[in-house]
């Protein structure tokens, strides 16, 4: 026995074997053997057939392969006409296949004996013919009847073909033709035999342009001897209409004679036009997804516009202070810390920053820390696989995974159980992870923006909050000040929110008045912002003819009243007063955008003006920009 894998030697009777013979292991699917007769039967080089899977020597039979296996391993030894090994070159061989149980080495193998049916064929033929020279006339009519069967079974076979089929000799001359090719052609066999095949159905391309002899592929199969397969070519029929086809030309030989080419072809028409049904389809869904893709950016775009405007609005040294702060930060990686009431923006800072970073482009994940439940709080922030826990019946991202390289902005992270916080420190410090029921680690690529309302600081002396992971978040601490703190933006903000309720609610002509900026100024804004929002939305719904209707306690108090800049008028304005507060609105859409004039960013989509108007009114008005 050969120890080289894939190779046995099972002795010279193996060998010199008149018959092909091949070692089967089916437990492997595999042909651990073969001898030359095999070689020459099959078309494999030995070592080729070594280590080929049985089931590829028998494409599309694998349940008779089957079959015939149980049946030799039952009973020791079977025979089978069902089996047609594929030949090198892509033909069936049919064959008889016998196969006995051979025991190697404990290894229930088989040898399969393949004897060639058509040569078997020959053999009788001649052994016929031999009788009939020895036996006279007589066998020599029976071998005619003999003779005629076969011919008329291969017209038999001609005519049951679903595909055209015609033969051409090396002439191009057309020497048989099937029912099917007359069919789809539209001529008879008798009309077709005997004439140029090229000139009658292959004369011109799709185009209508002439098909010229020497360019056939056709013709080519018996003047180089290669198989030609062709898809996008048309036949003509006879009454001038051509279709699309799909053919084969493969030569004929006699002993290493080309002697023409059978052409088998079919009708693709029905096949193109779901071809082009499905192309169109297709066109479609990548017209729909260009158009969805374009809505996606316009929305995002518009979210982005949305969310600077009713972002850090105000000119207060306190606004500028963040602004600065926020330009600083933004182009780093470093994780910040927004402290600061309720109410005072801090989500709108911490979507500032993600917006002014490089990591605009890529997801800003919000996980409100005080919303997730204790038992849920891994699951929320990991992930987790499907059967982790019950209820998990399927895979789930989590948020680390959701803003991997993006921003993930923790809101009210001082609300995170103290025995859970140390899991988000890990995080956070190796910027790794694992979901919930999964052994493997995964790495992230987050920015982190925590936010709180609560002195973390004060919390950590009194061991409510983990004092190393205060420390991890407050790398760049920013402090969102409180609108009471701030009164000089209350008429801005006022305004801004004004000008979205009455866009939003679709009520026209509505304006703060002297006498509403004052009971604005005269309150303490306990919610902030927020609160600010909620009274002038409450206001424009309860408006009557123009006038809102401030629902403001009137005994609250007390910030100093500044000068109301920019106050709704009932008269109308005079030249000078309307040129100063164009000024201060193109000055505060101008630090509102860094400066900006052009662009989805800059201050003319802002003020909703075109660009180079934008320019001639700075350039009129004297408007210096913000360096």
């Known amino acids: 026995m050969d120890p080289a894998p894939g190779r046995l030697q099972l002795g010279p009777v193996f060998d010199g074997a008149p018959e092909a013979m091949i070692l089967l292991d089916p437990a492997e699917d595999l042909i651990l053997a073969a001898n030359p007769r095999a070689e020459t039967l099959l078309g494999y080089a030995r070592h080729a057939l070594c280590g080929l899977r049985a089931s590829a020597l028998h494409p599309g039979q694998l349940a008779a392969l089957v079959v015939f296996t149980e049946a030799a391993f039952a009973k020791g030894r079977t025979w089978t006409h069902a089996l047609t090994p594929r030949h090198a070159e892509g033909h069936a061989v049919p064959v008889e296949a016998l196969a006995s149980v051979l025991d190697l080495d404990g290894r229930r193998t088989l040898l399969v004996c393949l004897a060639d049916l058509d040569e078997r064929r020959r053999r009788l033929v001649d052994a016929e013919a031999d009788r009939h020279m020895r036996a006279g006339l007589s066998e020599w009519q029976r071998m005619e009847r003999i003779f005629r069967d076969i011919e008329r079974e291969n017209q038999l076979i001609l005519r049951a073909a679903g595909e055209g089929i015609y033969g051409v000799n090396a002439e191009g001359v057309t020497t048989f033709v099937n029912p099917a090719a007359e069919r789809m052609l539209g001529w008879a066999a008798g009309d077709l035999v005997g004439r140029d095949m090229h000139a009658t159905v292959h004369h011109s391309r799709r185009d209508g342009s002439h098909y010229p002899h020497h360019d056939c592929p056709i013709y080519a199969a018996f003047r180089d001897g290669a198989v030609h397969h062709v898809e996008d070519e048309v036949f003509w029929r006879r009454d001038g209409s ?4 799909e053919y084969t030309s493969t030569p004929i030989r006699d002993r290493g004679r080309l002697l023409g080419a059978v052409i088998v072809f079919r009708d693709i028409s029905q096949r193109r036009e779901a071809e ?17 893709e374009r809505e996606n950016a316009y929305l995002k775009e518009e979210i982005r516009q949305e969310s600077r405007h009713l972002g850090i609005i105000g000119r207060s040294p306190a606004v500028e202070r963040i602004r600065q702060q926020i330009d600083l930060v933004a182009q780093t990686d470093a994780t910040v810390l927004v402290t600061g009431e309720s ?3 801090k989500e709108l800072i911490a979507r500032a920053i993600h917006e002014a970073s490089r990591r605009r482009d890529r997801p800003l994940i919000r996980v409100n820390c005080a919303a997730v439940p204790r038992d849920l709080f891994e699951s929320e922030f990991f992930g987790h696989v499907r059967g982790a826990f019950t209820g998990a019946l399927r895979d789930r991202i989590g948020r680390f995974e959701l803003a991997d390289g993006g921003t993930l902005f923790l809101d009210e992270v001082g609300e995170i159980p103290l025995d859970l916080q140390g899991k988000l420190l890990r995080v956070l410090q190796e910027r790794q992870f694992e979901r919930v029921g999964e052994e493997r680690t995964r790495a992230v690529d987050v920015r982190v923006i925590a936010a709180t309302n609560r002195d973390l600081r ?8 983990r004092e190393d992971l205060y420390f991890r978040l407050n790398v760049f601490p920013i402090q969102a000040a409180p609108l009471r703190e701030r009164p000089d ?6 305004q801004h929110v004004l000008r979205g309720v009455t866009r939003k609610l679709a009520i026209p002509d509505l304006g703060l008045t002297e006498a509403d900026l004052r009971r604005l100024l005269a309150y303490g804004w306990p919610g902030n912002v927020r609160e600010l929002e909620n009274v002038i939305e409450r206001a424009a719904i309860l408006s009557t003819r123009g006038r809102l209707r401030l629902d403001l306690p009137e005994t609250e108090a007390a910030v100093p009243q500044p000068a109301v800049p920019e106050p709704a008028r009932a008269r109308p304005l005079t030249e000078p007063e309307r040129r100063a507060r164009d000024r201060a609105d193109i000055e505060q859409a101008l630090r509102l955008c860094g400066g900006r004039v052009f662009g989805p960013d800059g201050a003319a989509a802002l003020l909703g003006v075109k660009p180079t108007t934008l320019a001639s009114r700075i350039k009129a008005l004297g408007v210096r920009r913000p360096s």
């Open 242 to 245: 051509s279709f699309p086809v």
């Open 276 to 292: 082009e049904r499905l192309r169109a389809a297709l066109a479609e869904v990548d017209s729909l997804r260009e158009r969805l």
């Open 343 to 345: 109410g005072t923006g």
């Open 458 to 465: 004060a919390d950590s002396r009194r061991g409510r909050f």
């Open 489 to 494: 933006d209350i008429p801005l903000i006022a």
